[in-house]
């Protein structure tokens, strides 16, 4: 069966420090990833996606940044955080070609910025 | 660029009554997914709906999606409380590997 992994679960960083959250894809090959921001009570906001291994889409202009190192790793940075980047992060897959592909989230990551 | 719009934002229950929330979206999609967010979890998948007019069951939720393929509802009968949390619309267009999710319906219920 497929799980996927996320951490860390919380981090609390200062304002001007840089990020690195890790997702990690087990039990499928060449997934569709993506990394999505919540912001408290609040929707789902698509940050990026990437379909293959080093194909990174951005969805929303930022000072965050994705990269694919590995099929089934995504990872999300910063290099330097503000306090708007406060939120809950969570990563998902999906296998398929578009359009009714099903996506699967991870635990998350929940970010204070302070 | 597309959107879904859910509504309402918020919906306070009476544990055994029904209630309904609705999901709306500017342009025609593929097909509608729905997921559930339990408070301090991460959104479920609970169904996806693909053809036009479908209507699928799964116990006391019933969800479906318009003739149009741009409108979608789920109804949940005789709330309890395991059914708290927020309810997540999401659609995509063909051959998209986007997801649009709409802002969710928050779900409280009063034993």
Request: hydrophobic fraction near 30%.
């Amino acid at each position: 069966s497929q799980t996927i992994h996320q951490w860390p679960a919380t981090l609390v960083q200062p304002v001007g420090s840089p990020l690195s959250l890790e997702c990690t894809v087990e039990g499928t090959s060449n997934p569709n990833l993506y990394w999505y921001r919540q912001a408290a009570g609040r929707g789902l906001q698509l940050l990026f996606y990437s379909v293959g291994i080093g194909q990174i889409s951005s969805e929303v202009p930022q000072n965050l940044s994705a990269s694919r190192p590995q099929d089934r790793q995504f990872i999300l940075s910063s290099k330097k955080l503000l306090l708007s980047d406060s939120g809950f992060y969570l990563c998902a897959w999906s296998v398929g070609t578009g359009g009714t592909d099903t996506q699967y989230f991870g635990p998350g990551t929940r970010l204070t910025v302070l | 660029g597309q959107q879904v719009m859910q509504i309402p934002q918020y919906q306070h229950v009476q544990e055994g009554e029904d209630f309904t929330t609705y999901c709306n979206s500017s342009t025609t999609l593929s097909n509608i997914q729905w997921y559930k967010q339990r408070p301090g979890g991460h959104p479920v998948f609970l169904i996806q709906l693909v053809k036009s007019g479908e209507v699928k069951k799964q116990k006391r939720l019933t969800f479906q999606f318009g003739e149009a393929k741009k409108n979608s509802s789920l109804h949940i009968t005789a709330t309890q409380t395991t059914d708290v949390g927020t309810y997540f619309c999401a659609g995509n267009l063909l051959d998209d590997y986007k997801l649009s999710f709409g802002a969710g319906t928050t779900v409280t219920v009063r034993a």
